[in-house]
């Protein structure tokens, strides 16, 4: 794989210049065509990205899915043929662009983040950026990468599920939307899991390694919040806006996905305020363990402060001293200073200090 280009990397260069930032994620892109109207569908994998351009004018409906868009020429290719703008390929190409979208009136083109929550690695969040073109009758997914939240769309699609091969290509791309804030819900129980387990584990034994586990998953929340805030105005802007791309019908099933985006944010909002609650409890934790434990050290040295204070006297070289020649005068001393000691021990428990 190639190295990872960064956004300095195109520092220089004009405005709307083709150049791969981020990381090269597959070796070759991949090229998946899935044409459908009603009764008829075809899927096939393209072995060159010319394949897919007498789809623009056929009246069925086109969903051309690209995988690996580390490719400049394929992307250049596609931009051309379908008249995209030089800007919007720019953003294609760039995997570090914030969620967006932009109304072209022929097209809409939508910048948004994909997650997926990995089990095996320390940070569990992982964003794909997807970028979609939508055309009145073809929609163009642009993917990092092969693997994705879209197989219940495509399974329907094949099996003629539902009505989404009766309609048109505004709503396959409300159905991917769908698909893809369906499956934040997915990521968000798995936090969800994890902060309980967190919480039984900070009551028990609040211990340094738990705190690192703790800024770990301030992280990831706060890396989501930024991945999936946007998503609620980039919905709403698809809900109310004036194209022909985009059909009254559809935007009915938007207000759900919107609807949906709220109440993603608003976990996600629930969550961070329990992990920086968690901080304070943990915080809280450490600092009633030390001052219980200067407690007990203080208590030890307040008992032992008066037998010392007894056994300094006795340990000064003075010849007349009374009880230097008494014959129980050491016991007597040893008594005395065991009574001290039971009576300081019974003044702190009546006290409550321990």
């Known amino acids: 794989m190639a190295s990872e280009k960064k956004i300095s990397d195109k520092v220089g260069f004009p405005p709307g210049s083709l150049i791969h930032i981020g ?31 007498p789809f623009r004018e056929t009246p069925t409906v086109t969903w051309i ?81 092969e693997g994705d939240v879209f197989n219940s ?34 990521v968000l129980e798995k936090i969800g899991e994890k902060i309980e387990f967190m919480e039984e584990k900070l009551v028990k034994n609040p211990d340094p390694k738990l705190l690192r586990t703790i800024h770990e998953l301030k992280r990831e929340i706060i890396f989501m919040r930024r991945s999936v805030w946007p998503l609620r105005e980039i919905i709403g802007a698809l809900e109310k806006i004036d194209s022909p791309v985009v059909k009254e019908s559809t935007k009915i099933y938007l207000r759900d996905v919107y609807d949906h985006t709220i109440q993603v944010i608003e976990t996600i909002e629930t969550f961070r305020d329990i992990i920086s609650g968690m901080l304070d409890i943990y915080l ?16 030890i040295g307040t008992i032992f402060i008066p037998l010392t204070f007894i056994t300094g006297i006795y340990g000064m070289n003075f010849v007349y001293m009374p009880e230097l020649g008494w014959k129980f005068g050491y016991f007597a001393v040893l008594l005395v200073m065991l009574i ?15």
């Open 340 to 354: 001290i000691l039971i009576g300081m021990i019974f003044y702190f428990k009546k006290k409550k200090w321990f």
């Open 23 to 53: 990381k090269r994620k597959m070796e070759e892109p991949k090229i998946t065509i899935i044409d459908y109207q009603d009764e008829q569908f075809q899927e096939k994998i393209a072995g060159k990205v010319e394949e897919c351009f």
């Open 65 to 145: 899915n690209i995988d690996g868009i580390h490719d400049v020429k394929v992307i250049e290719k596609i931009g051309k043929h379908f008249n995209l703008h030089p800007l919007l390929l720019e953003d294609i190409l760039n995997t570090t662009q914030r969620p967006k979208l932009e109304d072209f009136e022929d097209y809409i083109f939508t910048v948004l983040k994909m997650l997926y929550y990995k089990e095996e690695k320390d940070i569990r969040i992982e964003a794909e950026q997807v970028s979609f073109v939508l055309g009145a009758n073809f929609l163009i997914s642009f993917q990092e990468r």
């Open 284 to 299: 809280s934790s450490i600092n009633n363990k030390m001052n219980e434990i200067m407690k007990v050290l203080t208590i």
């Open 153 to 186: 769309v495509r399974e329907g699609l094949r099996e003629g599920k539902g009505s989404i091969r009766k309609k048109g290509a505004d709503y396959l791309a409300y159905s991917l939307l769908d698909a893809i804030v369906d499956n934040y819900f997915l």
